[in-house]
């Protein structure tokens, strides 16, 4: 670890009223993240306030979940309105926003047919369940035999079910006796795929761009190539755009950079606007045609909160606004990463407004960069130990964003041995 990084890191610690609210969350809950010791108070665009008054500039956006920054005031306003009129009802009822809500998303998807849920790991379980279910009643597959196969490298939650089919120990190892029905090939391996497949295999499940990864991209034509072998051999192909959509890499959907449909969309994170949970599958009438009701729900699915303010979402991203703007500045994004490969950094990849950047040991881990940009005002992610994740808010402005990757330059240069 070099000098000018422990000393920025240090310098962190001098906050007191922060440091004290760490500690005391660090004393009552469980232990199952590892959180910068920033204690946020109030948030505005791209730009966040601790409980000390200093101001960080947001290289994370809750993991996609805030796409169109903290606060947007379309969003607080869909949100204010609704909850003085009505918040939930539970899907034993239906609401005056639910219709909208499902034909816009639906719409905005190409799809016939959505379902609401609420986190993204309930929106890849409902992918499963459903997979499984058209492939025992469409396809024909002999019940119990359901094969869905998955990409090593993978991260689609933390449920017992999809801790089953992640390769990352710290995902995996200890919650075991783990959930049978899927096979992992190397991602973005088409010829694996296509070995894989069978007489049982119901779907693919692909993240287009891994994002817990690091932002890894699949090889160029990887995308039309799997939706071809899935069309050819009757299996669902299953898109968990989670964090890759809704804007992130420039379009829609990270399917789109290669003019591809799956059957499946999975979607979350900022379909919620960052202000409420919010989550949904959608695909056409002969794939989620197959659930009847009792067979799959949610209490808070698609509540009245949930579907004003994704409905605001789905009406921000059909204007094509933000998807230019990611795509806009993701050009300057990819231009000044690159600049800093060989300069303490080893590679980057980006997509849109999206980038994985592997920080030279020399320099220190993720964890370490990450920290001496927080003693900087900016506030990213490290994961996988070496490397970091940027995703700014589509929001932010190109001086921000400057100023941002300005910090990082002077953190990764400064610390780098060379």
Known sequence: MTASLTDATTATTEVARSTELYQRAEARTAHNYHPLPVVVEHAEGAWMTDVDGKRF????????????????????????????????????????????????????????????????????????????????????????????????????????????????????????????????????DLEAIEAAIDADTVAVLIEPIQGEGGVVLPPDGFLRGLREVCTRENVLMVADEIQAGLGRTGKTFACDHEGVVPDVYVL??????GIVPVSAIAADRDVLGVLRPGQHGSTFGGNPLACAVGLEVVRMLATGEHQDRAAELGVVLRDRLEALVGHGVLRVRTRGLWAGIDIDPAVGTGREVCEALMARGVLAKDTHGSTIRLAPPLVITAEDLAWGLDQLAEVVRAADPA
């Open 57 to 188: 500039l947001d290289l994370l956006s809750g993991y996609s979940a805030l796409n169109f920054g903290h606060g947007h005031p379309g969003l607080l306003r869909a949100a204010h309105e609704q909850l003085d009129r009505l918040t939930l009802t539970s899907r034993a009822f239906v609401h005056d926003r639910f219709a909208d809500f499902c034909a816009e998303l639906g719409d905005l998807c190409g799809k016939e047919l959505v379902l609401p849920m609420n986190t993204g790991a309930e929106a890849v379980e409902t992918a499963i369940k459903v997979s499984r279910k058209w492939g025992y009643e469409v396809k024909g597959v002999t019940p119990g035999q359901a094969k869905i196969i998955v990409s090593s490298g993978n991260f689609h939650g933390r449920t017992t079910t999809i801790v089953s089919f992640s390769d990352d120990p710290d995902a995996h190892n200890g919650f075991g006796p783990f959930t049978p029905g899927f096979q992992m090939v190397p991602y973005g």
């Open 268 to 273: 979350g994170k900022a379909l919620g606007g």
